[in-house]
């Protein structure tokens, strides 16, 4: 059974995107649903549960895949949580388009965050772009909330059409390209009061 670590951690991460979606115009908290640890099955009938998914209310069908996914690792390796992640980017055939895996360590707390997606990578020798398995951003957050990056990045930041199939509709009477709403982004200072709550909870 998920122990706390997964819980507290994989859940309110994800209630945190549905409030960020909520406050987009034209959205609200329900233009998320919560998938939780549904059993989801992939090629050759594999079945695997996610500790937490979120899905477009667009979608409909009791076993329909989320777009987002997030895997949290206690007891399991950043290498496992890696493998994780890969499989269920390509086990879903592009459904599921971003994969959130955190890895929690005690002695003393600390977590870190890695965001997957499948970003396009070299020209083939057709001239296409194909899809490859990318580790996109990373974060580490301390004891003490220190929050770094290996790769620099400012905020963990999660593309609309990573979570949505679609851009919503132009209002009636204006007629120009729909314009994509700004991605879903948790600044460090977020990711810093995220984890010490959980810090907080977990000792």
Request: no cysteine; charged share 15%; glycine share 8%.
């Given at each position: 059974m998920p122990g706390p670590e997964h819980e507290r951690v994989s859940r309110n991460l994800c209630i945190r995107?549905?409030?960020?979606?909520?406050?987009?115009?034209g959205h609200s908290i329900d233009s998320l649903e919560a998938t939780g640890s549904t059993e989801f099955r992939g090629p050759g009938n594999e079945a695997r549960q996610a500790d937490?998914?979120?899905?477009?209310?667009?979608r409909v069908g009791?076993?329909?895949?989320?777009?987002?996914l997030m895997e949290v690792g206690y007891s399991q390796s950043e290498i496992d949580l890696c493998r994780d992640a890969r499989w269920w980017l390509t086990a879903s055939r592009g459904k599921i388009r971003f994969v959130i895996t955190a890895k929690v360590r005690r002695n003393p707390l600390n977590l870190s965050i890695s965001c997957w997606q499948m970003l396009p990578?070299?020209?083939?020798?057709r001239n296409r772009l194909p899809?490859?398995?990318?580790?996109d951003q990373t974060f580490n957050i301390d004891l003490a909330g220190?929050?770094?990056?290996e790769m620099g990045c400012t905020s963990l930041r999660i593309p609309y059409l990573a979570l949505f199939d679609q851009v919503p509709e132009n209002p009636p009477?204006?007629?120009?390209?729909?314009?994509?709403?700004?991605?879903i982004e948790l600044s460090l200072d977020e990711l810093r009061q995220f984890a010490l709550n959980r810090f907080?909870?977990?000792?």
């Open positions: 995107i549905q409030i960020k979606v909520g406050s987009l115009p937490e998914g979120l899905m477009p209310a667009t009791r076993f329909e895949w989320p777009s987002l990578g070299r020209y083939d020798l899809l490859v398995f990318t580790l220190n929050v770094t990056s009477g204006i007629n120009q390209v729909p314009v994509v709403p700004a991605d907080r909870l977990l000792v």
